[in-house]
């Protein structure tokens, strides 16, 4: 197969008996391997029978999860769950978990930090290898809170600053604004005090000029009666 030429190991199904009732189906399931699985949770109705099944949605159909003519899902669980379900956990424990606590121990073991001299266990060498590791994670947790707490402190104190700014300035403005309308209230009450002036001394000029008119009209009308009375006198 393609899979052990790359070097890809799987799990291999173990044979059932010849005399087993279940022996000609389970080895038509295994037969089908590299299993091709579609998995949903979506309802469709199904082309055969019209029922609602799970199913896949594509431009050219509907695959069907349950179904061993579309995809290997059944095959599979039929071989996991209910005929070797029991052999993969141990399959599991022993191939898979005891290779992986042995490349732990041994790169423990490896480590600097660990010395056989020391008589300390490698189970106690790996306790107290993952205290020092939540040690070191409390205490960047620490740092970065503390660090994020002074940033919080300096933003506060440049929002206090800028709030204090803001209102020396607007304290600022509102006295200068006080002091220009003190300014054009000064200069309005001069400019009616000229204005009243000003219209006194024009009023005194009409007056004035008035009598002059008058006076003017009254010596015209005196003359005429004068030079009325001398040609009559020559007359």
């Given at each position: 197969m393609d899979l052990k030429e790359s070097g890809l190991s799987t799990y291999t199904f173990p044979s059932l008996s010849p005399s087993d009732p279940d022996f000609a189906s389970h080895e038509e399931l295994k037969q089908r391997q590299p299993f091709a699985l579609v998995c949903s949770t979506q309802l469709y109705p199904s082309a055969t029978s019209g029922?609602?099944?799970?199913?896949?949605?594509?431009?050219?159909?509907?695959?069907?999860?349950?179904?061993?003519?579309?995809?290997?899902f059944i095959a599979l669980r039929d071989l996991m769950i209910r005929c070797h379900l029991l052999d993969l956990i141990e399959e599991?424990?022993?191939?898979?978990?005891e290779a992986f606590r042995k490349d732990k121990l041994v790169a423990m073991v490896s480590a600097p930090g660990f010395s056989i001299k020391s008589n300390?266990?490698?189970l106690c060498w790996l306790e107290l290898e993952r205290r020092s590791q939540n040690e070191r994670i409390i205490r960047m947790k620490s740092e970065m809170e503390a660090v994020l707490q002074q940033k919080l402190e300096e933003k506060e104190l440049k929002?206090?600053?800028?709030?204090?700014?803001?209102?020396?300035?607007?304290?600022q403005t509102q006295s200068s604004l006080v002091a220009h309308r003190r300014e054009l209230d000064e200069r309005r009450s001069i400019f009616e005090k000229e204005k009243a002036i000003w219209e006194e001394s024009q009023q005194a000029l009409e007056e004035q000029r008035r009598r002059q008119l008058l006076d003017v009209s009254s010596k015209h009308i005196d003359y005429g009666k004068k030079s009325k009375s001398i040609g009559k006198g020559l007359f």
């Open positions: 029922l609602l099944v799970r199913g896949r949605k594509y431009p050219w159909g509907i695959v069907e999860v349950d179904n061993l003519n579309h995809n290997d599991t424990t022993k191939n898979k978990y300390i266990s490698p929002i206090g600053n800028s709030d204090i700014q803001m209102e020396r300035e607007m304290k």
